[in-house]
């Protein structure tokens, strides 16, 4: 599944936001950190706002600040605000044949299981995994640059 741009924008807000929800964050901020135009992601977040996801400032020192629930909204409840991911508009010559009917059911299932997958995982969870991903990183990196260092102190 292939999610619209202006979803993604939505995703990443939400969860830059929800990573500290007691500070704003600007626009300014999620479109340089992601590479994306600070005008789609102004449309973007104003829908955030109008769904309570996300509270809004002006001025200086203004921006989004999270409002939703991380431990209960999901990707999902995101993800339906920006896409519409009713049943699929069949292919052309989907339906008319047996195998075109079974390729059609398969990527239905497929569907499914993502929509699934995105309402089992919340925006507290994910926020978690990515903490868990920079620990680990981290970790790693210290013990990179540590490494020579022991190995030579072993040497000697």
Same mark, same amino acid.
């Given at each position: /599944?292939?999610?619209?741009?202006?979803? /993604?924008?939505?995703?990443?807000?939400?969860? #830059?936001?929800?990573?500290?929800?007691?500070?704003?964050?600007?626009?300014?901020?999620?479109?340089?950190?992601?590479?994306?135009?600070?005008?789609?992601?102004?449309?973007?977040?104003?829908?955030?706002?109008?769904?309570?996801?996300?509270?809004?400032?002006?001025?200086?020192?203004?921006?989004?600040? !999270?409002?939703?629930?991380?431990?209960?909204?999901?990707? /999902?409840?995101?993800?339906?605000? !920006?896409?519409?991911?009713?049943?699929?508009?069949? #292919?052309?010559?989907?339906?008319?044949?047996?195998?075109?009917?079974?390729?059609?059911?398969?990527?239905?299932?497929?569907?499914?299981?993502?929509?699934?997958? !995105?309402?089992?995982?919340?925006?507290?969870?994910?926020?978690?995994?990515?903490?868990?991903?920079?620990?680990?990183?981290?970790?790693?990196?210290?013990?990179?640059?540590?490494?020579?260092?022991?190995?030579?102190?072993?040497?000697?």
């Amino acid at each position: /599944m292939k999610l619209q741009t202006s979803t /993604m924008l939505a995703l990443y807000s939400v969860l #830059e936001a929800a990573s500290n929800p007691d500070k704003q964050v600007s626009a300014a901020e999620i479109a340089e950190r992601y590479d994306v135009s600070a005008h789609h992601l102004a449309k973007v977040l104003r829908e955030l706002g109008r769904a309570g996801l996300v509270d809004s400032s002006r001025g200086v020192g203004g921006g989004y600040r !999270f409002s939703g629930n991380a431990r209960r909204l999901t990707l /999902m409840d995101v993800i339906e605000r !920006f896409e519409d991911i009713g049943a699929r508009s069949p #292919e052309p010559g989907e339906s008319q044949t047996d195998v075109g009917r079974e390729i059609a059911r398969v990527l239905s299932e497929i569907d499914e299981i993502a929509k699934a997958t !995105f309402r089992s995982i919340t925006i507290d969870t994910l926020l978690k995994v990515v903490e868990r991903d920079r620990q680990a990183q981290a970790a790693s990196a210290t013990s990179a640059t540590s490494a020579p260092a022991l190995s030579t102190n072993a040497r000697r």
